[in-house]
């Protein structure tokens, strides 16, 4: 059976709390930390990935050399991307995408540009024309459900996510996304589980366990919330990343609302 949903209406509001956003920035960041991007596979794909770290004046200049290359217009996309030049990085993959309309790595880069620049609603329907019912793609699915969520459309997003688990089960970055889905929906407990099998896997990525220790932050468990944010890491590293969790959690503190007052939900 083939995944049909409606296609966001207009954009939702988006009233997280800091620390929400600070979650879902893990879960979808690759290179920076306030944008959409390519954590371990959520919104990029093998061959950006595979992209060897140089400098953006490399890859600018392979582009200027080889305009008509999709290979090193997305390069250079993701190296503008990389540098926080979002807005360039749309425009330039914009102009290749308009030069290769059915190129589906090209608008899949298009897409996760347009994401990681804010135009989500643009991004998702890029995005859906970057793979077909008949051949769908797990990373655009999810990169799709991230891209929804962030319209402010959870139901819909947690169907993406579902659709692309049923192709790669326990794909943890998948269900990394999901469980960033639970939490801007407040359903923490099913965002730790989540995160939880997420985080059992061998490959889950170190940001899965962060996300996963903030989760637990949030639900008030923070000697385990301290041991996972070590785990695994050398000890400057480990301090960081507690360092980071007690900020975050700080922030999430000082920002709930007095008692008796009331929370817009609209």
Not at 38 to 59: N, V
Not at 152 to 158: L, P, Q, S
Not at 252 to 257: D, G, H
């Amino acid at each position: 059976m083939h995944l049909r949903l409606p296609r966001p209406s207009g954009l939702a509001r988006l009233r997280a709390a800091p620390v929400l956003s600070a979650i879902l920035l893990l879960g979808l960041c690759g290179c920076q930390t306030d944008g959409l991007s390519d954590i371990t596979g959520s919104l990029g794909d093998k061959s950006e990935q595979a992209t060897p770290a140089r400098s953006l004046d490399f890859y600018r200049d392979r582009y200027r050399a080889h305009p008509d290359s999709v290979e090193a217009v997305l390069a250079y996309g993701k190296a503008l991307r990389a540098n926080g030049q979002r807005s360039q990085a749309v425009a330039i993959l914009e102009q290749a995408a308009i030069a290769h309309p059915k190129d589906k790595a090209l608008l899949a880069g298009f897409g996760r540009a347009l994401a990681d620049n804010g135009n989500f609603q643009q991004a998702f329907e890029v995005l859906g024309r970057a793979h077909t019912p008949e051949d769908p793609d797990w990373r655009i699915l999810s990169a799709q459900g991230a891209v929804l969520d962030q319209l402010g459309r959870g139901e819909e997003a947690r169907q993406y996510y579902a659709h692309a688990l049923r192709i790669v089960p326990d794909e943890p970055t998948v269900l990394s996304n999901l469980a960033l889905s639970y939490v801007l929906s407040k359903d923490l407990a099913m965002a730790e589980e989540t995160l939880r099998r997420a985080n059992s896997r061998p490959d889950a990525d170190p940001r899965v366990r962060l996300n996963l220790a903030l989760v637990l932050g949030l639900r008030g468990h923070m000697a385990e919330a301290e041991s996972l944010a070590r785990e695994g890491r050398p000890p400057e590293e480990a301090a960081a990343n507690v360092a980071y969790l007690k900020r975050i959690l700080a922030k999430q503190a000082a920002a709930k609302p007095a008692p008796g007052s009331v929370v817009r939900t609209d």
